[in-house]
């Protein structure tokens, strides 16, 4: 029975590499020394494959990408260094069955899209590091994804599967940086978000805690321009269920970006460990609570949606709503999240339909399949999404942004045939301003743009 033997959690700036640096790479000899250390380790431990999570290449919302070529390439062209090129062969098996393993689980992940055929620096300079000492593997090489971080763990826990199955003995790589705002002087600036994101990721690795990395507050990782952070959920995801010990073999920001080099020593398996039973258990007694204390218009748009996409068919108006469903019009938006994060967003700003039952069903038929940030909610996502819905007060013109309030009132703002609309009392949206920026940014309403202002109340139903 194959397993993971090891796995290390790295950086990845371009610098470090020799041919590239040219003697600008000595700031971080720390980090130079601690890839030598690791690379002496992947010798030792002589591995079938090396997985390899990274952040850059092929990139996309709702979709893991796995490079399919049978020969994975990349240079440092970008760099200043077209000489240094590397080659691995790709372990074709195993991707198909981690593909295989992801697509079990409800999990979108594959080969499609991007044709980008050369490794991207995330890849590569750790990879340059390792192979200096060992070339004895093949490689798979995955990208990120923009999923919530428990389906992110839950694909780590596919990878494990795979290899399980496939007998093989690999090492899983999670290619990232940490903060990228930890110096004025640095490229991306400073922000105090920066060194308290570096920080806490250091203490979660020592402690080995990396339930916590899904839980991370989602402004500080914002706010810190950190980079590896989904890398490392995959890669933690792979060791759920097995005792773990840790080494941080360094750390340091000398050109204001954070890089940790650190290694996961795997052990035997351990129930207490098993981080995604307890959560996916946890998430099913909130979902039930949900469940049973949500109100009809809640009830009405799951229904609907559950229906809609187990059957293909849109239902009729059930029997005994209230009255206010029936006899009213409203505009009204279906909001669906699936563990914490946005799955899906319709609605309509004034009423279309006969009453608010029907603008529901209508809202959230559309909600689930219809709107362009995401791909349409598929069977096996229903037991784990959450509805709410916003019935919405006549919109009323205003004056200037001294009339508006982000807790109490939505906005539409409107620029000729452009208009962008954004609910109240949205989370991470503090100020007015905020709320106005991302309704222009929907509409597509540039900055100079002159545009007018509505205001709205709604009615939420959770």
């Given at each position: 029975?194959?397993?993971?033997?090891?796995?290390?959690?790295?950086?990845?700036?371009?610098?470090?590499?020799?041919?590239?640096?040219?003697?600008?790479?000595?700031p971080a000899t720390a980090t130079i020394n601690a890839y030598k250390t690791i690379a002496k380790q992947v010798k030792e431990l002589a591995p079938d494959v090396i997985i390899l999570t990274t952040p850059h290449g092929p990139v996309?919302?709702?979709?893991?990408?796995?490079?399919?070529?049978?020969?994975?390439?990349?240079?440092?062209?970008?760099?200043?260094?077209?000489?240094?090129?590397?080659?691995?062969?790709?372990?074709?098996?195993?991707?198909?069955?981690?593909?295989?393993?992801?697509?079990?689980?409800?999990?979108?992940?594959?080969t499609l899209g991007q044709t980008e055929k050369y490794l991207d620096h995330g890849a590569l300079v750790p990879l340059y590091y390792i192979s200096?000492?060992?070339?004895?593997?093949?490689?798979?090489?995955?990208?990120?994804?923009?999923?919530?971080?428990?389906?992110?763990?839950?694909?780590?826990?596919?990878?494990?599967?795979?290899?399980?199955?496939?007998n093989r003995r690999a090492i899983f790589v999670a290619s990232g940086d940490l903060s990228h705002r930890l110096k004025e002087?640095?490229?991306?600036?400073?922000?105090?978000?920066g060194p308290e994101f570096d920080r806490q990721i250091e203490d979660i690795v020592k402690s080995a805690d990396f339930e916590r990395l899904l839980n991370m507050d989602e402004r500080l990782c914002s706010?810190?321009?950190?980079?590896?952070?989904?890398?490392?959920?995959?890669?933690?995801?792979?060791?759920?269920?097995?005792?773990?010990?840790?080494?941080?073999?360094?750390?340091?920001?000398?050109?204001?970006?954070?890089?940790?080099?650190?290694?996961?020593t795997v052990g035997h398996p351990n129930p207490d460990r098993d981080i995604l039973g307890r959560l996916e258990k946890a998430n099913a007694e909130k979902i039930k609570e949900i469940r049973e204390n949500e109100d009809p218009f809640v009830a009405l748009a799951r229904l609907t949606l559950e229906t809609?996409?187990?059957?293909g068919k849109k239902i009729a108006r059930p029997e005994g709503l209230p009255e206010e469903m029936l006899e009213n019009r409203a505009g009204v938006f279906v909001s669906l999240k699936k563990h914490g994060q946005l799955r899906g967003c319709i609605g309509t700003i004034a009423p279309t339909c006969p009453c608010?039952?029907?603008e529901i069903i209508q809202n959230a038929i559309s909600a689930g399949t219809q709107d362009p940030r995401f791909s349409p909610v598929r069977e096996n996502e229903l037991d784990d999404i959450v509805y709410s819905v916003d019935v919405l007060s006549k919109p009323e013109p205003v004056k200037d942004k001294s009339e508006l309030d982000v807790i109490k009132y939505g906005v539409i703002v409107t620029a000729g045939h452009k208009r962008g609309l954004l609910l109240p009392n949205l989370e991470g949206v503090d100020?007015?301003?905020?709320?106005?920026?991302?309704?222009?940014?929907?509409?597509?309403?540039?900055?100079?743009?002159?545009?007018?202002?509505?205001?709205?109340?709604?009615?939420?139903?959770?």
């Open positions: 029975m194959g397993k993971i033997i090891k796995a290390y959690m790295v950086p990845h700036p371009p610098i470090i590499i020799p041919e590239v640096g040219r003697g600008q790479e000595a996309y919302g709702d979709y893991i990408h796995i490079y399919p070529y049978p020969v994975l390439s990349g240079d440092f062209r970008a760099f200043g260094a077209p000489g240094v090129r590397l080659s691995f062969q790709n372990d074709s098996r195993l991707l198909d069955n981690i593909v295989a393993k992801a697509q079990e689980a409800g999990i979108e992940a594959g200096r000492e060992y070339q004895r593997f093949k490689l798979v090489r995955i990208s990120i994804a923009g999923f919530p971080p428990l389906e992110l763990y839950r694909f780590g826990q596919c990878i494990a599967r795979a290899v399980s199955e496939l002087d640095g490229p991306y600036g400073f922000d105090p978000n706010r810190a321009g950190e980079c590896g952070l989904r890398s490392f959920i995959i890669m933690a995801g792979a060791l759920n269920g097995l005792d773990i010990s840790t080494t941080v073999h360094s750390h340091e920001g000398p050109f204001g970006v954070g890089y940790m080099v650190a290694e996961i809609y996409v187990r059957t608010i039952a029907d100020t007015v301003e905020q709320q106005l920026a991302i309704a222009r940014q929907k509409a597509g309403i540039r900055d100079d743009e002159s545009y007018t202002i509505e205001r709205f109340e709604v009615v939420r139903h959770k």
